[in-house]
């Protein structure tokens, strides 16, 4: 069997295209993102969102409502509330957020094992990539569509934000309104990564991507393009890899991405472990030869 071949088989399977678009198309989306989580210092938050949406997708199921409106609006509801804490009381940001997704992860868990269902709802933790439908896919499309554009739209203001959120307000910009237009952009992209890796993974794809990339330049606009470069590459791999292994496909994406920030780490040729090793040995010789 060739290369080609060993690539062309799945495509064979609708099923398999579909999972292969949707891992890509969550990937890009979740990767851009990440670029601004990461430079913010936001994972935490990130990590909460996801696992904040889990009562939502219950409830919509419940009802018969679109996961995504369910998860979408758990995630604001999320949001609101860590916002809420922080600023009417005298708990942190990182407490406040540890606190609402704990209760919300709970009460997500709780209503699945209490929820009376013909389909699997553990989907929901671990994601069902390989049961995407065509109105799924179609529905993921259009969510990361609205998202990447947003962020393209406002990526000078995003920026700017990360980066001196003070000048920011100095040239008219507004910090909490470009906060808040970020954590929901936050909560969009969870609902778009939710059914490729389910809610334990979905921080994985927001922060390794733009980690990874971070480690590899020092311009954030090619961290913008790195980024996603690389997390659709790892999501493609991972796909191919849980059809040829029978395996977890959103495990296996997120265990690609684990692997080449590994590597990123250790031989970044800037900042990477190795790399600042030989450059302290050749600064060290030097000073004794002086």
């Not at 969009?188 to 927001?206: D, I, P, W």
């Amino acid at each position: 069997m060739t290369v080609l071949d060993l690539l062309l088989e799945p495509l064979q399977y609708d099923f398999m295209v579909r999972a292969l678009l949707t891992t890509v198309v969550a990937a890009v989306v979740c990767a851009v993102l990440s670029c601004w989580l990461v430079l913010i210092g936001w994972s935490l938050m990130g990590d909460a969102v996801s696992h904040a949406v889990l009562p939502g997708v219950v409830l919509a199921y419940v009802v018969g409502a679109p996961f995504a409106l369910g998860a979408l609006v758990l995630g604001l509801l999320a949001v609101t509330l860590i916002g809420t804490i922080r600023s009417t009381s005298r708990v942190k940001e990182d407490a406040a957020i540890g606190i609402v997704f704990t209760t919300l992860f709970a009460l997500g868990l709780v209503l699945i094992s209490v929820t009376p269902s013909q389909t699997d709802l553990n989907h929901i933790l671990f994601g069902n990539v390989l049961g995407v439908s065509p109105a799924d896919l179609a529905q993921i499309a259009v969510l990361a569509a609205v998202a990447l554009t947003v962020l393209v739209l406002k990526r000078r203001d995003l920026t700017l934000f990360a980066f001196d959120p003070t000048h920011a307000h100095a040239i008219g910009l507004s910090p909490r309104q470009l906060s808040a237009l970020l954590l929901g952009l936050l909560a969009v992209t969870s609902v778009v990564a939710l059914q490729v890796v389910g809610v334990v993974l979905v921080v994985a794809l927001l922060i390794i991507p733009g980690a990874t990339a971070y480690l590899l330049t020092d311009r954030f606009g090619r961290m913008l393009v790195i980024a996603p470069a690389l997390s659709a590459g790892c999501a493609a791999v991972g796909i191919y890899l849980s059809y040829w292994l029978d395996a977890a496909s959103g495990g296996l994406v997120v265990l690609t991405q684990g692997v080449v920030f590994a590597l990123v780490y250790l031989g970044s040729p800037r900042h990477g472990v190795l790399a600042g090793r030989l450059r302290r040995r050749r600064t060290g010789g030097a000073v004794v030869r002086s």
